[in-house]
């Protein structure tokens, strides 16, 4: 395909878990194509939605109500079809069909990882949204999604609290992030959390054992400790609450899975206006004929990433903030 082939209508579609704010993301997408005067099309259910030719045409006012709604009217679903050659070309005869032009992908790596194969095989243009709770997408310091995740987890861990105080217990709290701790580090500190657990750093049982024992004899009664899910202690979250009753029975144990309950929800307003800058970026690069792009935030300015190194690179976790915990939980 000409990548110099004037652009009349892009699709716009979500992809993989769901995150506060894809709504705003795609009345980002949607509004902006008016603005230009391009058509838009809402592409169900991400990838396989593709494959089948699921589309639906959308203009601003189909859009009107939603940047308040957390998940996504575009429905979100995993395709096994589209990592064959053969869904793919499916997908692209029926985007050829619809004469749909171009694609905006708001999702994660997954996502991009079949946008950058996708472009490869037909010369597809692609620009890439970060929509995932986790923030784990390298080349950006925010994905749409991740401030009002924090939020609901601290609004959570601060009720708990209340508990753990008035009984004098120990909760174990599991947040999301199966491989990137940076929902448990924020969320930690924001919440006040004594000891947080994260996949980046090994911390050991041991450690946390000692830094609990520390704790009780500094005089606290009841503790927090955030676990990411995906915490290289290698034990599960009941694991490690049976571990600490076995090895300090003054406490008594109890734990709490956040679950789901982490990704739904009215995004929070950074999430509102960071989705929305970053839909009108989307549309502007695809006009300027632009591809294998992901919009990203850094240091308050709206920039591009390759999709390419926002899929192979690795997100880091801000080793101050590491510091900030183990000062705090004293």
């Not at 494959?51 to 939603?66: L, Q, T």
């Not at 980046?200 to 450690?207: A, S, V």
């Not at 694991?239 to 029975?249: C, D, F, H």
């Not at 880091?316 to 004293?330: A, P, T």
């Amino acid at each position: 395909m000409n990548m110099t082939k004037k652009i009349k209508k892009i699709g716009v579609m979500t992809s993989g878990g769901d995150a506060p704010g894809m709504n705003a993301a795609i009345r980002s997408v949607v509004r902006t194509c008016t603005h230009y005067r391009i058509d838009c099309a809402g592409i169900y259910r991400g990838y396989q939605g593709m494959i089948e030719g699921d589309f639906i045409d959308i203009n601003a006012r189909s859009v009107s109500g939603i940047i308040n709604k957390g998940g996504t009217i575009l429905k979100s679903a995993r395709s096994d079809e589209f990592r064959t050659k053969a869904g793919r070309k499916k997908a692209y005869d029926q985007l050829q069909k619809a004469g749909i032009d171009a694609l905006v992908l708001i999702g994660g790596d997954g996502t991009f990882t079949g946008g950058m194969i996708f472009n490869k095989e037909f010369g597809f243009p692609v620009v890439g949204i970060p929509g995932t709770i986790d923030n784990d997408i390298f080349g950006t310091s925010f994905t749409v999604g991740y401030d009002t995740a924090l939020n609901t987890v601290v609004e959570v861990v601060d009720k708990i609290r209340d508990t753990a105080s008035s009984h004098n217990r120990l909760f174990f709290v599991e947040v999301m992030g199966r491989d990137a701790g940076f929902i448990a580090l924020n969320a930690g500190i924001g919440a006040g959390a004594e000891e947080i657990l994260i996949p980046e750093e090994d911390m050991g049982l041991d450690r946390m054992l000692q830094s609990l024992k520390r704790s009780k004899r500094s005089g606290k009664s009841s503790s927090i400790v955030i676990v990411a899910e995906g915490d290289k202690t290698g034990k599960n979250v009941f694991e490690l609450a049976e571990y600490v009753e076995k090895n300090m029975p003054q406490y008594e144990v109890r734990v709490s899975v956040l679950g789901h309950m982490q990704r739904g929800g009215s995004p929070s307003c950074f999430d509102r206006v960071l989705a929305s800058r970053m839909g009108v970026k989307a549309v502007e690069l695809l006009l300027d004929h632009k591809t294998n792009l992901m919009v990203s935030i850094n240091n308050n300015r709206i920039e591009t990433t390759d999709l390419e190194k926002a899929v192979k690179g690795q997100h880091k976790i801000n080793m101050e903030l590491i510091r900030v915990s183990d000062i705090m939980s004293i």
